[in-house]
Nanobody, 123 residues
Framework: QLQASGGGLVQAGDSLRLSCATS????????IGWFRQVSGKEREFVAA????????YSTDSVKGRFTISRDNAKNTVYLQMNSLKRDDTAAYYC??????????????????WGQGTQVTVSS
């Protein structure tokens, strides 16, 4: 079971760090992805990280602003979000899929999902 946290209401240009934690076993065997969703729209890929942390990938709209990382000793993945924009407003979800060679950007390929944490960016 994944637990996402760290969302909140911030102003444009501010930073937030989201966390995705689990108390389950085998966390270090899973690739983790972050997705976001605005009500009425499809879930959108944000960033992903491999089981070891050695490989990451993020969508173009957040490159240079968002950084995904993980601490397997703490069973936690982080999404550091800097220079936030109003367009970043969404519910953010973390998800897990067993280690694959290629990081997936497709929500359907992820097996386990957290409950979501709301990020609201005001101008």
């Amino acid at each position: 079971q994944l637990q996402a946290s760290g969302g909140g209401l911030v102003q444009a240009g501010d930073s937030l760090r989201l966390s995705c934690a689990t108390s389950g076993r085998g966390f270090s065997s899973y690739n983790i992805g972050w997705f976001r969703q605005v009500s009425g729209k499809e879930r959108e890929f944000v960033a992903a990280i491999s089981w070891s942390g050695g490989s990451t990938y993020s969508t173009d709209s957040v490159k240079g602003r968002f950084t995904i990382s993980r601490d397997n000793a703490k069973n936690t993945v982080y999404l550091q979000m800097n220079s936030l924009k109003r367009d970043d407003t969404a519910a953010y979800y973390c998800a897990a899929v067993i280690n694959r060679r290629v990081l997936s950007t497709t929500a359907l390929e992820y097996i386990y999902w957290g409950q979501g944490t709301q990020v609201t960016v005001s101008s």
